[in-house]
C-alpha cells in the first residue's frame, strides 16, 4: 500500500511535482539514486507523505534552483543532493532529525540554508564546499557537528548558535574565513563554548 519512488527519466526537465499517492497508494519514500543526473530538473516538490530521501536520490541535478521538501520527511540520506550547484536556498523541515554525509555536498550556488528544529545531528561533510554561503544559524537541537561539516565554505563569516555548544568533530569548520564569528543567542549559553580566548572546536 506504499509507493517509493525509484527512478527517473533523465530527459525530464523544468518542474517535477512529486505527487502524494501513485494508482491510489501513498508515496512514502525516494529511492537511492531515483533522480540522479537529471540534470535538466529545475524545481522539485516533495509531498509531506514522504519521510525519507535516499542515497544520491537528487545528486548532479545540475540545474536544480530550488527543492521544497514536504514536512514529512525524518531523513536526509548521504550524498542526496550533492553537486547540486544551481541550487540556491533550502529549508530543511522541524521533521528532519539528521542531515546525511555529503548531503548538500559542493552545493556552490546555495546561499540560504534554514536548518529545521528537529535536526540533532550534521552529518560529515555535510554543507562541504558550499562556497556561496555567507551565514548559518544552529538550532538549539543540534547536539553534534560532524567532521568537515562546513568545510571549505570560504564566505561562511557568521555562525548563530540557538542553544549550547554542541559536539564538533575535526575539520568542521577548516576552509572558513578567518575573520568568521561564532554568535551565541543566549547569554546563559555562553559559558559550554569554553572560556575566552580558549579554541572552541
Not at 536520490?57 to 536526509?76: H, R
Amino acid at each position: 500500500g506504499k509507493v517509493t519512488i525509484t527512478d527517473c527519466d533523465e530527459i525530464a526537465s523544468g518542474v517535477m511535482v512529486i505527487p502524494d499517492t501513485i494508482e491510489g497508494k501513498s508515496v512514502t519514500s525516494i529511492g537511492i539514486w531515483a533522480f540522479q543526473y537529471c540534470e535538466n530538473l529545475t524545481s522539485i516538490t516533495i509531498p509531506d507523505g514522504v519521510t525519507g530521501i535516499g542515497v544520491s536520490a537528487f545528486s548532479f541535478c545540475t540545474s536544480l534552483t530550488s527543492i521544497t521538501i514536504g514536512n514529512g520527511v525524518t531523513s536526509i540520506g548521504e550524498d542526496a543532493f550533492f553537486r547540486c550547484r544551481s541550487l540556491e536556498s533550502i529549508t530543511i523541515p522541524d521533521s528532519v532529525t539528521s542531515i546525511g554525509e555529503y548531503a548538500f555536498g559542493d552545493c556552490s550556488s546555495l546561499t540560504s540554508i534554514t536548518i529545521g528544529d528537529g535536526v540533532t545531528s550534521i552529518g560529515i561533510s555535510a554543507f562541504r564546499d558550499c562556497r556561496s554561503l555567507t551565514s548559518i544559524t544552529i538550532p538549539d537541537s543540534v547536539t553534534s557537528i560532524e567532521g568537515s561539516a562546513f568545510y571549505n565554505c570560504t564566505n561562511l563569516t557568521r555562525i548563530t548558535f540557538q542553544g549550547v555548544a554542541p559536539t564538533v568533530a575535526a575539520n568542521a569548520f577548516v576552509g572558513v574565513p578567518d575573520e568568521a564569528e561564532a554568535l551565541v543567542t543566549i547569554l546563559e549559553n555562553l559559558s559550554s563554548f569554553g572560556r575566552i580566548g580558549t579554541d572552541w572546536n
